[in-house]
């Protein structure tokens, strides 16, 4: 990325500050972490171009939301000196260096030593507030599927505890059954290793199919879950899901072809629609919202991306 929240200067009694990539001297290791929140609405503090020359110098403590507060916290006491975080580190109010560094989505979560999560939180002042999977604030956040899916590893910040969640492991501070908090539906991954995320749904009960449509089924289960979540701006439907094409353009060694896939285009080609918050079947996307449709209009019928 081009920026990050540092705050090394914490330990010397200095102040938070943005840093740019580029004046971190090279050869220095940069261990960072990133933070994935709920906006609720319009964010308290952003880097815009009025301010980003004062936030290069300092971020003033009483301007610094609870939830970036609390991050900020959890990664001092890791001995992690560097945060990310997207309204901060992207000028908010410059459409050039939006675009470019969310493109940059696939790189900057895999590269984080973790993901802090404030799971049960609704906005970045706002206290967690402890709910099943499905309703938890985090987890209706379009932004936020590929943050999590892209992490290595999670800490979740719940109103009670925390729980970790990385490829090998799940648990929790209390060492309890994380299915009480959720949907009690075995086909889901909500509360599971991140490997789980990436392994291949089980095939459907008939034993004929192409060995070759199981890495597309993934596919579908990320579109699925992607299309019913919702976006502060109905606009970053497609940057919002652009790191997980290239995440499955390596996984799959395939060749995106707007949101469908070369190599089996004719098992893609067969998805359908549900209306948002009713239970998708297999192969199904929710329709993209109505405001939208200046946006989506101009791509040809055949791909979900213009429903």
């Known amino acids: 990325p081009a920026r990050f929240v540092d705050i090394r200067g ?17 050869g220095d290791v940069i261990s960072y972490v990133t ?22 110098k300092k971020i003033p403590k009483s301007s610094i939301p609870r939830t970036f507060s609390n991050a900020i916290i959890l990664a001092q006491a890791l001995g992690i000196g560097f945060l ?9 109010d410059d459409p050039s260096d939006w675009e470019t560094e969310a493109s940059k989505m696939h790189t900057i979560y895999r590269g984080a030593v973790l993901a802090i999560a404030a799971t049960s939180s609704k906005s970045s002042n706002d206290g967690p507030d402890l709910s099943t999977y499905q309703s938890l604030p985090i987890h209706t956040r379009g932004w936020i599927f590929q943050e999590r899916l892209l992490s290595p590893r999670i800490l979740h910040v719940m109103d009670d505890e925390f729980i970790w969640q990385c490829h090998a492991l799940l648990d929790t501070e209390s060492g309890r059954c994380l299915r009480e908090r959720g949907t009690g539906r075995n086909d889901e991954y909500q509360w599971e290793p991140l490997s789980a995320v990436y392994t291949v749904p ?19 289960t990320w579109v699925q879950s992607y299309t019913d979540r919702k976006l502060t701006y109905p606009t970053d439907i497609f940057p919002a899901f652009g790191g997980m094409v290239k995440q499955f353009a390596e996984l799959s060694g395939d060749e995106p072809v707007l949101g469908l896939w070369r190599r089996e ?20 996307v929710a329709r993209i919202p109505a405001e939208l449709r200046a946006l ?6 055949w791909t979900w991306m213009s429903m």
């Not at 914490?10 to 090279?26: N, T, Y």
């Not at 990310?84 to 908010?92: A, E, F, G, R, T």
């Open 202 to 220: 089980r095939p459907p009960p008939r034993g004929d199919e192409n060995p070759g449509f199981a890495t597309d089924r993934l596919w579908w």
């Open 35 to 56: 933070l994935s929140h709920c906006w609720g609405g319009v964010v308290p503090l952003r880097t815009l171009k009025a301010n980003l020359r004062d936030h290069l």
């Open 84 to 92: 990310w975080i997207d309204s901060l580190c992207i000028v908010q």
């Open 265 to 284: 285009l004719p098992l893609h080609l067969s998805w359908s629609t549900h209306t948002l918050g009713c239970a998708p079947g297999a192969g199904t």
């Open 296 to 301: 989506t209009e101009a791509l040809p019928s």
């Open 10 to 26: 914490l330990r010397s009694g200095g102040a938070v500050k943005l840093i740019r990539f580029a004046d971190i001297p090279q």
